[in-house]
């Protein structure tokens, strides 16, 4: 670590003393405690600003200097905020179930409660030592109980609710209950249903529901993956070990129900266009049409190498079509084969006995693979023809069915009609299988369609049956055309598709939130299949005590899951009602479920009986615009990474919405403006088997620590005489080059490290972090402090002098530069102004008070601590944080004189300063006068003078 300074002077900026003192001071004092309406000391005339960090999640291995990268940002905002007159919320909590704290748990020998506590307790120390002004009083984590019992509570909300088809809105289960009573539900006969059908049809509609679905099943971890927690690889994100596709009955949220509004509702709030894109993106919306093809009978019809099944399979399967989703439904009369997932549940029924056996291996082949490799364009297209035969239902044209893994279940119905003239993919496919290619769209360049397909739009050919043409009809008309014929001959249907798939929400582990749920059991205490929810009243479901918490590991990945929660006993795992018995729900909920809404929580997190209180909630949700009304989000600034973007702010964006449809919110959208903060990158060091090594322990070939010299040209880096690659990349420690905060404070001061992180570069963007730079912003704040205090007598310097006239247009140039990149926040800026000014007021005669103070309210947002010091010592009894952010006097801003570029035939020759009201003639004359200048052009003939106002003068002279 660079060292500080070698300032041995009495008095010199001892941060250590100072942070220590305001820490304490806030903290005992309550500075930063937010009052709510209703709070005896709340001031509803203040408008108000709610400002939130993303959820932390409280590892074992605590802070590096990247994550407080925007804690420190959001909290120069809320400290700013108060000064600018704003009741300002401003909280922190945890994140603080799911796997990786049960695997720390695990590895480490301790109940997973115990071990949570101890990283929170340590990041909550962390948090405080960099002097991060939230209202402590609101500290929650998503493990508290009497946290979970409102988040149980939620999926108490979500069971019970349906999204009712009229309106795309969320609303009571017992809504459709009434109607469906009434008779009003068009195609349904309430009355001769059974309880078994009755709640197979409300499960079907319910916004939680239970499912028999293929997911990503780890038999090492004993648990369900979501995608991103599988690498490219095939294996687990957290263990590196091996994982399988499977289908399992698992607990899901129809998220899709909703899937038009969250994408329409983003043009509603203020988000980077580029998180937007990337919703938009996973959300997937596609218009189309839906298109049954029937299966040919008994697949009949002299194809060669294909024997007719024994016995003949029906049309239909079962009277099954298979149905496909396209977005160029103008393109059916070129569909020349179809192409199925293999796990789509009709491989099985329509495959020959001829092709069962090599239609197997492909479907274990393909189990074995991730998402990301079977969607690969540029893998080379596998597949296994099934036997069977569909009809085209646009020509009866006999198309054979294949089974490929480029087709996933996850993504449209499964089932593709292939159209290899106009589609990359199934062009690809079909030059592998030798496949028929039709082309029906003329396309405006000559392209051989054996070569390439054209995927673009044109007019139809080759498009024609006895009843519809779509030959020579343009793109747009020719899919109305075929969608309208579709629709009147029951062969298909307009349609808006999603790619974006329901939210597997069952995880096999022990630290997550209990479902609160219960499963109805027979006589013989087997499942009945009927899923009854547990009463408000009855919340929260805790965990039972259990001293092996572990997952079931085995190397079977066949073998059924055993959740940890069933090795509860029968005191925790049966409950009785009405003399049946039910057995609680073994699987628990995923991380994501605390995190979905603890930014309500924060408003009120005390309260008993609400899971937010209705009064707190709207205040502090609500944001007037300022064109009249209020904007769709509620918080004011939301600051986190944009990996976030399609799982967190998803899924908090539903829960959100269906909480605004049922009453219990007053904003339809939760987040109203996003910040995505950039990266701190570091340098790295890998072996030669790219493992990644100690940054610390790396020295340079002169056995220099590499952090003095990293990054510098020639260097050779070893590692325990072992020589060493540099690299650089994100600093984390998974490449083992993180960096503490607790170092960083210890040798330079937390003030110090919140300015340089801020000081490195534009907030949006990612920033190399060298510790050797460090220096030069601690620098600073001790010339601040020599500004203020006499390092050798410990005389404080400020007079009530009044100050000259170039002091005060200096102050107001930069209260007017540091207010507007407050605003913006452009912290690096402003901190620049404040340097500048600061070496201005260090040639000053004397510090004055009128431009000591707004200088120190000015720095105390980004470092508050020396700040606090020199406002007491200015004579403040209080602390600074509501002080008011000086003002600024537009007089002080109106220069007296400006300088001008001057040159001579082109190139620049000189300066001269004129008053900023001169006319051009002035400036022309006063160019010409120069001394300079004159001696330039002496002796030359002026042909031209050019005068740019307020910027140059050009002298044309030869």
Excluded at 131 to 152: C, K, N, V
Aim: proline share 7%; hydrophobic share 40%.
């Amino acid at each position: 670590m660079t060292k500080a300074t070698e300032d041995t002077t009495a008095f010199r900026y001892d941060f250590h003393a100072v942070e220590a003192r305001w820490q304490r001071r806030w903290a005992e004092d309550k500075t930063f405690r937010t009052a709510n309406p209703g709070d005896a000391d709340f001031d509803p005339s203040k408008p108000k600003f709610y400002v939130l960090d993303m959820f932390p999640y409280p590892s074992g291995v605590g802070l590096h200097v990247g994550h407080p990268l925007g804690y420190i940002a959001t909290d120069i905002v809320a400290r700013y905020k108060r000064t600018r007159g704003f009741n300002v919320l401003h909280p922190m909590g945890f994140d603080a179930f799911g796997l990786p704290a049960e695997q720390f748990a695990v590895e480490h020998g301790v109940h997973p409660a115990i071990t949570t506590q101890q990283n929170v307790d340590n990041m909550v120390a962390q948090l405080k030592r960099i002097g991060l002004s939230y209202d402590w009083d609101r500290e929650l984590a998503t493990t508290d109980a009497d946290y979970y019992r409102w988040t149980q509570w939620v999926f108490l909300q979500l069971f019970n609710s349906y999204v009712d088809p009229a309106d795309g809105k969320a609303k009571p289960i017992d809504q459709l209950v009434a109607q469906l009573e009434a008779g009003e539900v068009d195609g349904v006969d309430w009355s001769s249903l059974d309880e078994a059908g009755r709640d197979a049809y409300l499960a079907n509609r319910r916004l939680a529901y239970l499912a028999e679905v293929p997911v990503n099943w780890c038999p090492a971890l004993g648990t369900v993956l979501a995608n991103e927690e599988v690498t490219n690889e095939g294996r687990s994100e957290r263990g590196n070990h091996p994982v399988f596709k499977r289908p399992l009955r698992q607990w899901m949220l129809r998220i899709t129900a909703m899937a038009d509004r969250l994408a329409g509702d983003l043009d509603a709030v203020s988000w980077p266009e580029a998180t937007k894109l990337m919703q938009r993106n996973w959300i997937g919306r596609s218009e189309g049409a839906q298109v049954d093809f029937p299966l040919a009978p008994g697949f009949t019809g002299g194809h060669p190498n294909t024997d007719p099944p024994d016995p003949p399979v029906k049309p239909g399967a079962n009277g099954d079509p298979i149905t496909v989703f396209t977005t160029r439904p103008d393109t059916l009369f070129g569909a020349t084969y179809m192409v199925l997932a293999p796990e789509h549940p009709l491989v099985d029924r329509v495959t020959t006995p001829q092709q069962k056996d090599p239609v197997n291996r492909y479907k274990a082949a393909a189990a074995a693979k991730t998402d990301v490799d079977r969607m690969a364009d540029a893998k080379t297209k596998t597949g296994v023809f099934t036997g069977a035969f569909a009809i085209n239902p646009v020509n009866n044209a006999e198309v054979p069915i294949w089974i490929a893994d480029y087709v996933m279940m996850g993504y449209g119905t499964g089932a593709i009609m292939a159209v290899p003239a106009h589609d990359t993919r199934d062009h690809e496919f079909a030059r592998t299988f030798d496949l028929p290619i039709t082309q029906v769209i003329d396309s405006p360049d000559v392209v051989d369609i054996r070569d390439a397909a054209y995927t673009g739009p044109g007019t139809n050919i080759r498009s024609a049956n006895d009843e519809v043409s779509l030959d020579g009809l343009p793109t747009p008309e020719a899919k109305k055309t075929i969608t309208d014929w579709l629709e009147a001959k029951g062969l298909g249907k307009a349609q808006v598709q999603y790619k974006l798939r329901d939210w597997l929400f069952s995880r096999q582990r022990y630290w997550g939130e209990p479902f609160p749920v219960l499963h109805e059991l027979d006589a013989a205490g087997q499942p009945t299949g009927r899923v009854i929810a547990l009463d408000e009243s009855e919340l929260p479901v805790e965990h039972p005590q259990l001293d092996d918490f572990a997952p079931h590991a085995t190397d079977d990945p066949e073998a059924p899951p055993q959740p940890p929660l069933g090795r509860a006993g029968d005191e925790w795992q049966i409950v009785e009602r009405d003399g049946k018995k039910y057995r609680r729900e073994l699987n628990t909920m995923p991380q994501w479920a605390g995190s979905c809404w603890y930014y309500l929580r924060f408003i009120d997190p005390r309260n008993e009986e609400r899971f937010v209180g209705a009064e707190a909630e709207r205040y502090w949700m609500l944001s007037e615009k300022a064109s009249g009304g209020t904007h769709a989000g509620g918080i004011d600034l939301y600051v986190g990474g944009v990996e976030h973007a399609v799982l967190h702010l998803l899924y908090a964006r539903f829960w959100h919405k269906v909480l605004f449809d049922l009453g219990h919110v007053s904003t339809p959208e939760p987040f109203g403006r996003l910040f995505n903060q950039g990266y701190i990158q570091a340098y790295c060091y890998r072996d030669d088997r790219g493992i990644a090594v100690n940054a610390t322990e790396v020295v340079n070939a002169d056995g220099k620590p590499a952090a003095e010299v990293q990054g510098q040209p020639g260097q050779r880096f070893f590692h325990h005489d072992v020589p060493v690659k540099e690299e650089y990349g994100k600093m984390g420690k998974s490449l083992k080059n993180a960096v503490s905060p607790d170092e960083v404070c210890a040798e330079f001061g937390c003030d110090t490290l919140r300015l340089y992180e801020m000081y490195l570069g534009p907030l949006d963007q990612s920033k190399p972090w060298a510790t050797r730079d460090i220096i030069g912003v601690h620098r600073f704040l001790q010339r601040v402090w020599r500004n203020f205090v006499d390092d050798q007598t410990d005389k404080f310097l400020v007079t009530d002098d009044a100050p000259g006239d170039e002091l005060l247009r200096l102050l107001h140039k930069t209260i007017a530069r540091v207010t507007d990149d407050m605003d913006r926040m452009s912290f690096n800026t402003a901190i620049a102004a404040l340097i500048e000014m600061n070496n201005a007021l260090v040639k000053a005669d004397a510090l004055p008070r009128a431009i000591a103070e707004p200088f120190v309210l000015m720095l105390a947002p980004l470092a508050p601590h020396i700040a606090e010091e020199l406002w007491a010592r200015l004579g403040h009894d209080g602390s600074l944080a509501y002080e008011p952010w000086p003002a600024c006097d537009e007089r002080y801003l109106v220069e007296d004189s400006v300088e001008i570029v001057v040159q001579v035939l082109g190139k620049v020759r000189g300066k001269v300063a004129v008053p900023a009201d001169a006319d051009q003639k002035a400036v022309e004359a006063a160019a010409l006068a120069d001394e300079k200048i004159a001696s330039l052009i002496a002796g030359k003939t002026v042909r031209k003078v050019i005068v740019v106002p307020g910027k140059l003068v050009n002298i044309v002279a030869n």
